[in-house]
Nanobody
Framework: QVQLQESGPGLVKPSQTLSLTCTVS??????????WSWIRQPLGKGLEWIGY???????IVSPSLLSRTSISRDTSKNQFTLQLRSVTPEDTAKYYC???????????WGQGTQVTVSS
């Protein structure tokens, strides 16, 4: 059974960098054909895809967030991370990590972590 767990600070000040880590167990983030995504959902709004990292390490980020977003990984810890720079209150949301097989629907999700951007 694959499990994903997000971790990181719940409160970030405006203009700072939001950093979240997704720790994966029960499966390797380097296994062929699996993509590892970050997704967020502001309160009362729909899901917004942020980006993903392929098994090869290639990352694809939403054009609307590309200038502020980095996705990286630590294969020794089986973790992948999200960094979102220059945050504003509009980045307040519940952040999820998830797995999909290629471009197919997500089959495993983390429980999500609430991040609030506020001074």
């Amino acid at each position: 059974q694959v499990q994903l767990q997000e971790s990181g600070p719940g409160l970030v000040k405006p203009s700072q960098t939001l950093s979240l880590t997704c720790t994966v167990s029960g499966g390797s983030i380097t296994t062929n054909y699996y993509y590892w995504s970050w997704i967020r959902q502001p309160l009362g709004k729909g899901l917004e895809w942020i980006g993903y990292m392929e098994d090869s390490g290639v990352t694809i980020v939403s054009p609307s967030l590309l200038s502020r977003t980095s996705i990286s990984r630590d294969t020794s810890k089986n973790q992948f991370t999200l960094q979102l720079r220059s945050v504003t209150p509009e980045d307040t949301a519940k952040y999820y990590c998830a797995r999909s097989q290629g471009g197919n629907e997500y089959d495993y999700w983390g429980q999500g972590t609430q991040v609030t951007v506020s001074s």
